[in-house]
């Protein structure tokens, strides 16, 4: 079943700039979406609208079969976990977290259970009597969740939740969400802007760009078959090679040197190729590249070459030997891809 | 982005009708009446009322007396407000530098803050006192006999000097919490470039803190200008014949005791429109601030 | 150029060096601040030591330091004397209605700015704006220079010689409004968004949360606004003219005049007055010294 519906959704700001332009989704049971697009994008927004905290210009908003458009924030069965998770500062964690049960008039017997629940599932019990201001990060992200929890809601909602954390506990606490919202087998929806966050974590991938959806998919349909430029760029680290080309009855012309290609497409179009789909070869006698800048990460290296005028980035295993020179390039090609340079659309 | 705004037909006036109540009551009705009134001449025996234009304004600002009430009030205001502030800063440098006993220093600098004007003026009115007064023997000294309540001049010395006083608290507390709101890592980097402490706050301290003294001047003109009432009634006693007063008191004067409503009223006018002007300059210094952050 | 200055510099330096160093002490800011100190608390010191003399001792020889000795005696009798015109009112009556005055001053004020910052700040609603610059224009005219017309529009309501006529006037001015205001913009927003999906109304934000959380900022300014309520003058010098509604500083010049009016002045007792005037105020300020300098830099901010 459908937990959630997005309908051509649309947001228009009274000073006439339109957020979002149009969006449908659908987040079914249980499953983890994610929306995620550089700053800007619409993703808060499209979130804060399925909240309740942002009105819906235009389209609808469904929730478990019913269109909540007009509905207060706290009648939608949402509960929503902030960027910085916007705990009350005065009140105990016993009391953040039973706030909003108390406000919907529940038992006191329920509302105890169900914290103690929550508590012990995230493992704050201890710190149910302490303030906010005496935990630390990630302790109050725990809260923050154990504080959408306790509300048994229809869909978790969060807003980049783990942007105020370092970079380990971030690792961390991103497999502790993932998880614990498997284990609830309830609906989310999660925003960021960091795509790593994005793949690991989602069952579906909603890519968006200028208020607009470039592509919806699993993580490995995003990575594996990139709607249109803009995807292949934000997703997948480092980005896609795009380098501009033309296509003729000779084959693709990248800045001089042709390469084989069977499509039936013809004019100019935006070649693609992933880092870590392409080789590089001693054998010059194909596609040369020149190499430039090696950055060594460990376990492999990123390495940046010129092929022509444009610049190219091959990842390469820190085993094989330093290249250096000039070198040539190799790929399968079934892992290029072509994109029409006007529409940014794949071929 | 704006905060998000609960939406309530009735709620937020609910919520704002005790101040408006207060506001339309004792503040816009008394404020229009100044206004209307102070182009009228009123008799205060048979309560008639005529309209004279502006005239109340021309005698106003043409008459000796207030000419020489404005003068005075102005070398008043531009005393207390100098020396208040120049005292204040020196005070809240040294203050800042020293660390032992910074507290103790700070509470006893603030205590004066806590003084009501009237109280200040009685203090002043002993301290100044013929019979009893050690200032007054200290000015005999020096060869000044000073007669306050009979010299003009005397009088007015004794307005400053308990003015000045009662506001150099206020100062101090400025300063000092701005002097402390310059970051450390400034102050270390200015004594790694510069050694002579003296230069130091001239080039750096000083232009740091420009816009709170900027600020303050505006707030020490006020408090010059209208808050020193109550010090001014107590030395004038209530023989202010000889004695110099300030602008307010002069409202507070002819409006109370000489009966003059349009008069008064005219001059409370004039009085507004120096507040406006003085609170357009301080909005412009706010939007400066803003700038410099 | 940048040799010349660093020449003229050393001298400098080097005085700036020996006034600094005696013992790590700082001697020329410790001589500053006596001086200062001097200034400040010796009229005060003053006063008060004179208050403990005998007022025919003090005609005589002029104010005094040192412990008079009178000290109960003087402060008793201005406690409990009754003076005035009317012989009503004593000391003890003046101190009441004194607080009577800075507390109700500084709760309206509290009360009626904090309602009234809260529907600016989380309201949207039509009469916004024109509300906010009618209180903003409050700030522009200060009681001081409408007290005529102030004055006839409460003699008009019948409120002359009440507590009501001596404090709602005074609460006029939107000083604390501007203060609330500011400190509830300062408010996450995230705070009432979360609130809202925890089912919180517009009144149930105000008091669950807005109301805790400014705890500080409204001791701050009942602090503040206890000690300007408590220094009134020149409204209550109008407004009063029945003894028994006399503050402290309100009763002060008649009390005097009245004392110093006598053959012998009674210099003692109006300057018993005038410190009995000013010690609650005073240690209010410096009991919450923290608090008080928090509230009154950040309200001008």
């Known amino acids: ?347 | 982005m704006d905060k998000a705004q609960f939406s309530s037909p009735w709620m937020p006036y609910l919520l704002l009708m005790p101040q408006m109540l207060i506001i339309a009551i004792f503040f816009l009705w008394p404020a229009a009446e100044a206004i209307r009134s102070s182009f009228f001449l009123e008799d205060p025996f048979f309560g008639k009322a005529t309209f004279v234009g502006i005239d109340n304004y021309r005698d106003a600002l043409t008459g000796s007396d207030y000419q020489r009430t404005a003068w005075f009030t102005a070398l008043f205001t531009i005393l207390v407000a100098l020396i208040s502030l120049g005292l204040g800063l020196m005070f809240a440098v040294s203050a800042d530098r020293v660390l032992r006993g910074q507290s103790t220093y700070k509470t006893l600098l603030m205590w004066v803050y806590a003084i009501a004007p009237p109280v200040a003026g009685l203090i002043g009115v002993m301290l100044f006192d013929q019979h009893i007064g050690p200032l007054v023997d200290f000015a005999a000294l020096f060869g000044w006999d000073m007669r306050i309540g009979v010299n003009y001049w005397d009088t007015g010395t004794a307005m400053i000097i308990v003015a000045t006083w009662k506001q150099i608290p206020y100062n101090f507390i400025f300063f000092l919490s701005g002097l402390q709101s310059i970051p450390s890592s400034v102050k270390e980097a200015a004594s790694i470039d510069c050694r002579s402490e003296f230069r130091r706050f001239w080039t750096i301290t000083f232009p740091l803190l420009a816009p709170t003294s900027f600020f303050l001047l505006i707030l020490n003109i006020t408090y010059a200008m209208f808050e020193t009432f109550g010090t001014i009634d107590l030395i004038v006693k209530d023989q202010p014949g000889n004695s110099p007063v300030t602008l307010v008191y002069k409202v507070y004067r002819d409006g109370f005791r000489g009966n003059d409503l349009g008069g008064s009223s005219a001059q409370s006018v004039i009085l507004m429109l120096i507040v406006l002007a003085l609170t357009i300059v301080q909005f412009r210094l706010i939007e400066r601030r803003v700038h410099y952050n | 150029m940048a040799t010349t200055e660093i020449e003229t510099d050393v001298p400098r330096a080097k005085a700036a060096l020996s006034r600094k160093s005696f013992g790590g002490v700082r001697v020329y800011d410790h001589i500053v601040l006596w001086v200062g100190v001097f200034l400040m608390m010796g009229p005060l010191i003053v006063a008060f030591t004179t208050s403990t003399f005998d007022h025919v001792l003090i005609h005589k020889e002029g104010m005094q330091l040192g412990w008079g000795g009178q000290f109960m005696e003087t402060y008793q009798t201005v406690l409990t004397q009754q003076g005035g015109f009317t012989g009503e009112v004593t000391g003890w009556l003046m101190t009441q209605n004194s607080f009577v005055l800075g507390i109700f001053f500084a709760l309206g004020k509290i009360v009626v700015s904090m309602l009234a910052a809260y529907a600016i700040v989380y309201f949207r609603f039509r009469a916004a704006t024109f509300c906010f610059w009618i209180i903003f224009l409050t700030l522009l005219l200060p009681l001081e220079v409408r007290i005529l017309p102030s004055y006839e529009v409460v003699q008009q309501l019948g409120l002359l010689n009440s507590y009501t006529g001596l404090i709602l006037p005074l609460i006029a001015s939107a000083t604390g409004t501007f203060f609330f205001r500011q400190f509830f913009k300062s408010v996450p927003n995230e705070l009432l968004e979360a609130a809202r999906i925890d089912g919180a109304g517009g009144w149930q934000f105000f008091v669950d949360m807005l109301i805790p959380l400014s705890k500080t900022m409204m001791a701050a300014i009942f602090i503040i606004m206890f000690v300007v309520g408590w220094n009134q003058y020149l409204w209550p010098t109008l407004m009063t003219t029945d003894e028994t509604y006399f503050t402290l500083v309100r009763g002060i010049k008649q009390i005097m005049q009245i004392m110093i009016g006598a053959d012998i002045p009674k210099y003692n007792e109006a300057l018993a007055m005038a410190v009995l005037a000013m010690l609650p105020p005073a240690l209010v300020i410096v009991i919450f010294q923290r608090m008080f300098i928090k509230g009154l830099v950040e309200q001008e901010k």
């Open chain 1, 1 to 347: 079943m459908t937990t959630l519906r997005i309908k051509n959704a649309r947001k228009v700001y009274p000073n006439g700039a339109e957020a979002v332009k149009g969006v449908s989704v659908d987040v079914e049971e249980g499953e983890l979406v994610v929306f995620v697009g550089p700053s800007g994008c619409g993703k808060s927004t499209l979130l804060r609208m399925v909240a309740g905290l942002e009105s819906v210009t235009e389209g609808e908003i469904e929730l478990a079969g019913r269109v909540v458009n007009d509905l207060e924030p706290a009648d939608r069965n949402i509960a929503m976990v902030f960027q910085n998770y916007a705990l009350y500062p005065h009140m105990s964690v016993r009391k953040n977290l039973a706030y909003g049960l108390k406000n919907r008039k529940t038992p006191n017997a329920e509302i105890n259970s169900r914290v103690d629940d929550a508590a012990k599932l995230l493992q704050i019990s201890e710190f149910l009597d302490r303030k906010p201001s005496q935990l630390s990060g990630g302790q109050r992200q725990r809260v923050a969740m154990g504080r959408a929890i306790v509300r048994k809601p229809a869909i978790f909602l969060f807003d980049e939740p783990l942007s105020n954390l370092d970079a380990k506990l971030r690792n961390q606490m991103r497999l502790e969400i993932k998880k614990l919202q498997q284990s609830l087998d309830t609906a989310a929806i999660y925003v960021t802007h960091d795509q790593v966050e994005a793949m690991t974590m989602a069952d579906k991938i909603v890519v968006l760009n200028d208020g607009q959806v470039e592509q919806i998919g699993t993580p490995a349909e995003v990575y594996g078959s990139p709607a249109t430029t803009f995807v292949a760029s934000f997703i997948g680290a480092p980005p896609m090679n795009l380098i501009p080309g033309d296509l003729s009855e000779n084959g693709l012309n990248i800045g001089g040197t042709v390469l084989d290609h069977t499509a039936d497409h013809r004019g100019p179009v935006t070649f693609g190729l992933r880092p870590e789909r392409a080789r590089l070869t001693s054998d010059a006698n194909g596609i040369a590249v020149d190499i430039g800048v090696v950055e060594e990460l460990g376990a492999i290296r990123l390495v940046h070459c010129q092929l022509g005028d444009h610049e190219l980035t091959v990842t390469q295993d820190s085993e094989e030997p330093l290249p250096s020179g000039r070198m040539g390039l190799e790929y399968a090609e079934r892992d290029a891809m072509l994109f029409d340079r006007d529409t940014g659309h794949r071929l």
